[in-house]
């Protein structure tokens, strides 16, 4: 079954770095654009960002972008996303997806950016 686990959130100051990571497993990973999403308290599900099968191509939401880097490694069944120059608005649950016959999602990862 189609499993997504993500990691790398945490507390960091206004103007930090965190780089969020998401394991996948139960499907063929390099066949599938992989996505990045986040929910701040009272707001939609928001996507971020998203990239390509093979990673030639990525997107990014108009709020992240120069700031905000998507990736992945085939080999390893991973996604990262690598979060800079971070602000307060930043702060939501973030979630790695996948559409394999249907939407899947992982558990999420809190990132809270606070002084």
């Known amino acids: 079954q189609v499993q997504l686990v993500e990691s790398g959130g945490g507390l960091v100051q206004p103007g930090g770095s965190l780089r969020l990571s998401c394991a996948a497993s139960?499907?063929?990973?390099?066949?599938?654009?992989m996505r990045w999403y986040r929910q701040a308290p009272g707001k939609e599900r928001e996507l971020v960002a998203t990239?390509?099968?093979?990673?030639?191509?990525?997107n990014y939401a108009d709020s992240v972008k120069g700031r905000f880097t998507i990736s992945r490694d085939n080999a390893k069944n991973m996604v990262y996303l690598q979060m800079n120059g971070l602000t307060p608005e930043d702060t939501a649950v973030y979630y790695c997806?996948?559409?394999?016959?249907?939407?899947?999602w992982g558990q999420g990862t809190q990132v809270t950016v606070s002084s």
């Open positions: 139960g499907f063929t990973f390099s066949s599938y654009a």
């Open positions: 997806n996948v559409y394999y016959g249907e939407w899947y």
């Open positions: 990239i390509t099968r093979l990673g030639g191509n990525m």
